[in-house]
């Protein structure tokens, strides 16, 4: 199951790179190939978020299948101290999968908006040359 948390993590890190690249300032002579490759790269990227969902309910059922250390059943210290380090685990891997997500639409809203953006500014070329 690590390989699966590695490739999101690389993914969500990959997303961070190419958003962070888009927005930052003085990067103009190569935001057009940024801009191509991020929109090329969007569709593939895009198989992230049924991969997150498939992740969300991994962890939901490692959750739901918890040993329960009740009144009727007494844990012993390392049972409960793996139990523990179940929970940061769980806790963690949610919050790639939320990284991984919130990066995924802000590189494709940012992608969009800076497409629309080039669009504009070509457009006010043009018609500042037919003036």
């Known amino acids: 199951m690590a390989l699966e948390w590695v490739v999101l993590g690389y993914a969500a890190g990959a997303?961070?790179?190419?958003?962070?690249?888009?927005?930052?300032?003085?990067?103009?002579?190569?935001?057009?190939?940024?801009?191509?490759?991020t929109r090329s790269l969007l569709?593939?990227?895009?198989?992230?978020?049924?991969?997150?969902?498939?992740?969300?309910?991994?962890i939901y059922w490692k959750y739901e299948t918890r040993p329960?250390?009740?009144?009727d059943h007494a844990c012993s210290p390392s049972d409960h101290l793996r139990h523990q380090k179940s929970i940061m685990k769980s806790q963690r891997n949610a919050l790639l999968i939320a990284a991984a997500l919130v990066?995924?639409?802000?590189?494709?809203?940012?992608?969009?908006?800076?497409?629309?953006?080039?669009?504009?500014?070509?457009r006010l070329e043009k018609l500042k040359n037919q003036d």
């Open 68 to 71: 329960s250390c009740g009144e």
């Open 43 to 58: 569709k593939p990227f895009l198989s992230i978020v049924p991969f997150c969902l498939f992740l969300l309910m991994d």
């Open 15 to 37: 997303e961070a790179v190419m958003l962070l690249l888009l927005t930052l300032p003085g990067l103009d002579p190569l935001r057009k190939g940024l801009i191509s490759v």
């Open 103 to 122: 990066f995924y639409w802000l590189l494709y809203s940012v992608t969009g908006l800076v497409v629309r953006i080039d669009q504009l500014k070509q």
